[in-house]
Nanobody, 119 residues
Framework: VQLQAYGGGLVQPGGSLRLSCAAE????????MGWYRQVPGKEERELVA????????VYSDSVKGRFTISRPRGTNTVYLQMNSVKPEDTAVYYC?????????????WGQGTQVTVSS
């Protein structure tokens, strides 16, 4: 599964940005799409938000109420609307999807997109 992420850039504190990540719409079985981020100086990627088809949407406490994840029905595109951004939101953002078949499930990462929050 090839994932293309777009939308990163420089934004001022309090501003907004929208990230998007798309796999081909003819890929079947993608049931979870989400966003993670890796902040400077840390090795691990932390959860930002995930959206499960016909299931729950999950947000980290640090972004709850400010960020919104969405996945239009019938597509393999996921958006992350980032509002009221803060300097601590600066990170490389990655999308990740899970694709399930009858017997297996696999996870795929997209390339990162840099988000920098600074005045």
């Amino acid at each position: 599964v090839q994932l293309q992420a777009y939308g990163g850039g420089l934004v001022q504190p309090g501003g907004s940005l929208r990230l998007s990540c798309a796999a081909e719409d003819n890929v079947i079985g993608i049931d979870v799409m989400g966003w993670y981020r890796q902040v400077p100086g840390k090795e691990e990627r932390e959860l930002v938000a995930t959206a499960t088809r016909d299931g729950p949407t999950v947000y980290s406490d640090s972004v709850k109420g400010r960020f919104t994840i969405s996945r239009p029905r019938g597509t393999n595109t996921v958006y992350l609307q980032m509002n009221s951004v803060k300097p601590e939101d600066t990170a490389v953002y990655y999308c990740k999807v899970r694709r399930r078949s009858l017997a297996n499930s696999f996870e795929y990462w997209g390339q990162g997109t840099q988000v920098t929050v600074s005045s």
